[in-house]
């Protein structure tokens, strides 16, 4: 027998990415995709495959070529399946006969779709894409009149909004169902036909917020009736079976915490104008808020009905866990399965039965079924192959103090066959958001580094997500303060431990995560080494440059920087630069938008003008999400960097 390995930076291009499982309308099979990345083409090709929902038949691989066909979704009567397919470079509409064949081409218009649902006979789609412009601009300037003209990811607003349309099945001209001067998005057909469900944003300062609201229209040219309040983030609207109530998610952006207010599962019955809370005494979130980079392709979360309508199912977010939850209309909400598992997406058959994508530390994402009796099965071993010649790191959940009384939950991630007799250096993982959660879901990073002998803490401080509502609104005027805390408190419990070498703990993180590791080097010197990715260090610059700050800092920094411009400095790490000793390693992508690799760049220039040890790495036709889904080749040298840094320093 072959003794196994670590894992490797290179397992990158190993581990299979599985996602979207869709089961058919009667239960019996379950159309997937697996994502793999092509070293060769330095990119991804994603791919569905098929698999019988008993388990009894081996999976196969349904589409195939060099495109990425995605977002699998079964006709209502179970004939044919629909997938997205970049097959002629921009994503369109495809289907294909249920038992397999040639699929056809449904839309072809000059963008790309985002989104689609069947119709209820399944004769027809509603799908969303950009309207193009009447006239093509002669010019290659860019002007700006709005707040919101940038997109990390996306690039600058082209002036096009998306709105929603209608095709038949055979493809054709299709119909203009929405317009204005506002995005339309997430649509959803009454069970019925005659309704359509969308979400939009039509306030009066759209352009310098991020509200959402659900709406209903009768089609094809109702005039579309807002149902949510307009003081929040609302959408993932859902018809019950009868078509007489509507579900959706959502919360309000109001005092006392504004942006991470807790969102809720509502239930609107049209004719009383009643809106049911189904989440009001758990003190969670519905949706799946971990963090991982181990994944592809994770569908939008929507609220799933039970068949009688008594019930809705919904993804909930758990310290660090996140379960498929029956929320009744009366009642507290149930999980659907138990253990620590990040459950990342589901869908339900007319009998029942549950089939859902789900990852643990030690196995990247599968799928399983849970029949209508509570028997589950697991249906695909994509990836047991790599497991088998792979060692992964022993994972432990540890609780540490912070503050008094204040309980910080993460995990231990140990070098595989850890000597208790050794030391062993330590890093602290940070994660982005500040509004997220590191998961129990796979994390080749980790694994990566525990690999090479380090010991790693990956902890959720106060901002994360996962663990109710004080905890998640603890950094509201606050960064750098108690989320800290948290985070330095992981040094003496790292200490505490026989097998830390306490003189070699380093930090990094991404993000919001990068942030506090800037934060954290102008604040003690307890660190050896840090490595800093998209992060920011300047709060008061980063405000007008970001895509997104401008439309919510007001609340995590308790007004603008025109208001409170000192505040904005003293919790910008760029302050407390003379403090910083540690070395450190910068990160950053640069069409970064949401943290500017000016960023990047204003703290590089300080530390080198403080004769720092630093060094700045860039990498081109990179986004603020390189290191989840950005080209293979940058996400290999990233992480040869991080590992670099770290073994050169600890």
């Known amino acids: 027998m072959m003794s196994k390995r670590s894992v490797t930076i290179d397992d990158l291009h190993s581990v299979k990415l599985v996602a979207d499982p869709n089961i ?5 099979r379950i159309a997937y995709v697996v994502t793999t990345v092509d070293k060769e083409a330095n990119g991804y090709r994603s791919a569905l495959w098929m698999a019988s929902a008993d388990g009894g038949a081996e999976p196969f691989q349904f589409t195939g070529g060099h495109a990425k066909d995605a977002n699998p979704r079964w006709s209502p009567d179970g004939a044919h399946l629909a997938f997205l397919s970049n097959r002629n470079e921009t994503n369109q509409i495809y289907v294909m006969a249920a038992d397999g064949g040639e699929a056809w081409q449904v839309t072809s218009g000059p963008n790309a779709v985002s989104e689609f649902t069947w119709s209820p006979d399944s004769q027809s789609f509603v799908f969303v894409t950009k309207i193009e412009p009447e006239e093509k601009p002669e010019s290659d300037t860019k002007v700006i009149s709005t707040l919101r003209h940038k997109f990390d990811g996306e690039g600058f607003w082209d002036g096009n909004h998306r709105h929603i349309f209608r095709v038949g099945i055979q493809g054709g001209d299709p119909d203009q169902l929405t317009d204005g001067d506002w995005d339309s998005t997430q649509p959803t057909l009454a069970p019925d036909g005659s309704q359509l469900s969308f979400v939009s944003n039509r306030s009066d300062d759209r352009n310098s917020n991020s509200k959402s609201d659900v709406w209903v229209m009768d089609i094809p040219d109702g005039e579309p009736a807002r149902v949510t309040p307009e003081d929040g983030v609302y959408g993932a609207p859902a018809w019950s079976p009868d078509g007489s109530r ?15 207010t807790l969102a809720d599962l509502y239930v609107w019955e049209p004719e009383s104008d009643e809106h049911r809370r189904l989440l009001v005494n758990l003190d969670r979130e519905p949706g799946n808020s971990a963090i991982s980079d181990s994944r592809y392709g994770v569908p939008a979360a929507f609220p799933t009905w039970t068949s009688d309508g008594n019930a809705v199912l919904s993804l909930l977010s758990d310290s660090g866990s996140i379960h498929v939850y029956t929320c009744p209309m009366d009642g507290q909400p149930q999980p659907f399965s138990e253990g620590a598992r990040d459950i990342q997406s589901f869908t339900r058959a007319n009998d029942g039965t549950v089939v859902f994508a789900a990852s643990t530390f030690s196995n990247p994402t599968e799928v399983f079924v849970v029949s209508p009796n509570g028997t589950e099965t697991r249906i695909t ?18 609780h540490y103090e912070s503050d008094p009384g204040v309980q910080v939950h993460g995990w231990l991630v140990k070098p595989p066959n850890l000597n208790p007799d050794a030391k062993y250096p330590a890093i602290i993982q940070i994660h982005g958001g500040p509004h997220g959660m590191y998961g129990v879901g796979f994390f080749h990073e980790m694994q990566v580094l525990a690999g090479r002998g380090y010991v790693v803490l990956m902890t ?14 603890g950094t509201l005027s606050d960064w750098g303060g108690a989320d800290y805390r948290d985070v330095v408190a992981g040094v003496p419990f790292l200490e505490s431990l026989s097998y830390v070498d306490p003189e070699r ?20 010197d307890r660190f050896k080494a840090a490595v800093t990715m998209r992060s920011t260090c300047n709060r008061l610059s980063l405000y007008g440059t970001s895509d997104l700050n401008a439309m919510y800092n007001d609340w995590e920094f308790g007004g603008s920087p025109y208001d409170n411009a000192a505040f904005y400095l003293e919790r910008s790490p760029l302050t407390y630069v003379k403090n910083m000793r540690t070395p450190l390693l910068i990160l950053h992508s640069e069409n970064d938008l949401r943290c500017p690799i000016s960023q990047g760049e204003e703290l590089f220039v300080a530390l080198k003008k403080m004769g720092q040890e630093v060094e700045f790495v860039r990498f081109p036709d990179e986004s603020h999400g390189l290191s989840r889904a950005g080209q293979p080749v940058h996400r290999v040298e990233r992480l040869e960097r991080i590992c670099g840094w770290f073994d050169k320093y600890l």
């Open 24 to 28: 058919s309308p009667d239960g019996s």
């Open 246 to 260: 509507l579900a959706y998610a959502g919360n309000p952006v109001v005092e006392p915490y504004g942006p991470t």
């Open 381 to 398: 071993h994509t990836n047991d192959r790599f497991l088998e010649d792979v060692e992964l790191g022993e994972i432990e959940e540890v």
């Open 460 to 473: 959720n401080p106060r901002g994360s997500t996962g663990y109710g509502q004080e905890w998640v609104a």
């Open 505 to 524: 703990v380093g930090i990094t993180g991404g993000s919001y995560g990068g942030y506090i590791t800037n934060w954290a080097i102008g604040q003690t």
